[in-house]
């Protein structure tokens, strides 16, 4: 019998599995090539993972662009194709007939990175809502920062070992949330907008992530498209949720799922033994946890939402609010961001669920849903969501 593989032969094979994505990406990517670029981008570009201070560079002359081998194996799979379409925009620019005489971020350049989707900056500081705040930088934005800092605070809060108050604290940051999105959408104000896997793609995920997906677009302000990706791990094409929003609305999305994931794992434990669960059963188990939370924010989206709307009702009675007013509060929706996943992704159809046979493991973590309380204090999303690394 062959023996177990070394780390070295574990390395190499997911090395070569991520250049096949990378490959696989290239070949997607030729389907949004611009009419009039030089014939020689249907040749696929040479792609090596090298040891460099860039996280990626395109050389026009040998058609080669290499992605720096340790960022590749410290970071999920959409950051490295983030960097690899950054560099495969650089590389069309260059035979682009007007892309020869601008400059390395010129507009031709720019106009391809949202034909791919790419990033432009190849690299967005991702600070987490969650996580404590690093240095100001110029250009913040100060309502947003205040924003922060209360939201941390009252998720803090909601750690609290008296459940009434738990609850008040979680459902106030949901509300300032809510309330600084609607003043955002109302008053019309610039946004911009991005785009990342929600988890790690996968040829078949379990049933309770496309409802947390569900949950996140409908809460959170952010939308989860479900879209075709390599998976690294099998070496095949599998799919996965990504979610577009405001990069602050993604971050807290992606502490969200991360927290629904946590409390799943942590309550099954105790589930399991206290009602002799079988891992058979887990799957609905997730699925109930997540379906009792779904309820739980849905009805307390409403009652802000009457509120809201007992508000407005007073102040026009006094003929104070003005501006163009959300007509549904409890199903938020920003047309700005609407525009963006247009252009991203095209035309997009619905999905749907077959039914499913619940269990009693189903309405056991239906009742840890409905009593969750999101807080601060559980592992971060940069290693709970993870994709599979490269070792070493």
Not at 48 to 55: N, P
Not at 143 to 157: A, E, G, N
Not at 210 to 219: G, K, M, P, V
């Amino acid at each position: 019998m062959p023996g177990r593989p070394s780390w070295q032969e574990i390395e190499e094979s997911l090395s070569r599995s991520l250049l096949r994505g990378l490959c696989w990406e290239y070949e997607q990517a030729l389907r949004k090539a611009p009419a009039g670029l030089d014939p020689q981008i249907a040749l696929r570009p040479n792609i090596l993972l090298a040891e460099m201070r860039k996280l990626g560079t395109a050389d026009a002359e040998t058609w080669t662009i290499r992605i720096n081998a340790e960022f590749a194996a410290a970071q999920r799979f959409d950051a490295v194709r983030d960097v690899f379409l950054h560099e495969v925009a650089h590389l069309w620019a260059s035979v682009h007939p007007e892309g020869r005489t601008q400059a390395d971020h010129g507009p031709v350049f720019r106009s391809l990175c949202n034909r791919l989707g790419a990033d432009p900056a190849a690299a967005r500081s991702r600070e987490s809502f969650a996580a404590p705040r690093g240095s100001p930088r110029d250009g913040r934005d100060e309502r947003l920062d205040r924003l922060r800092v209360k939201v941390r605070k009252l998720l803090s809060l909601a750690r609290s070992p008296f459940p009434e108050e738990a609850r008040a604290a979680a459902a106030k940051a949901s509300e300032l949330i809510a309330r600084h999105h609607l003043s955002e959408i109302e008053e019309g104000r610039p946004r911009e907008f991005t785009s990342r896997y929600l988890c790690a793609p996968a040829r078949r995920h379990p049933r309770h992530v496309f409802l947390i997906a569900n949950i996140l677009q409908r809460f959170f302000f952010v939308e989860a498209v479900w879209v075709p990706a390599w998976v690294v791990a099998k070496g095949c094409v599998g799919n996965v949720p990504e979610i577009s929003g405001r990069p602050h609305d993604i971050e807290l999305a992606l502490y969200v799922f991360d927290f629904i994931e946590n409390t799943i794992r942590r309550q099954w434990d105790m589930a399991r033994g206290a009602h002799g669960f079988t891992g058979r059963d887990y799957r609905q188990f997730a699925l109930g946890v997540a379906s009792g939370f779904y309820s739980q924010l849905e009805e307390e989206r409403s009652r802000l939402s009457e509120r809201i709307r007992a508000e407005r009702a007073a102040e026009a009675g006094a003929g104070r609010f003005g501006g163009r007013p959300c007509t549904d509060l409890v199903n938020v929706f920003d047309p700005a961001l609407g525009a963006y996943l247009r252009q991203r992704y095209g035309r997009l159809r619905a999905i749907g669920r077959p039914g499913l046979a619940l269990r009693s493991s189903y309405y056991a973590g239906r009742k840890v849903g409905r009593e969750m309380v999101l807080s601060r204090g559980l592992e971060s999303h940069s290693n709970a969501s993870a994709a599979p690394r490269l070792p070493g």
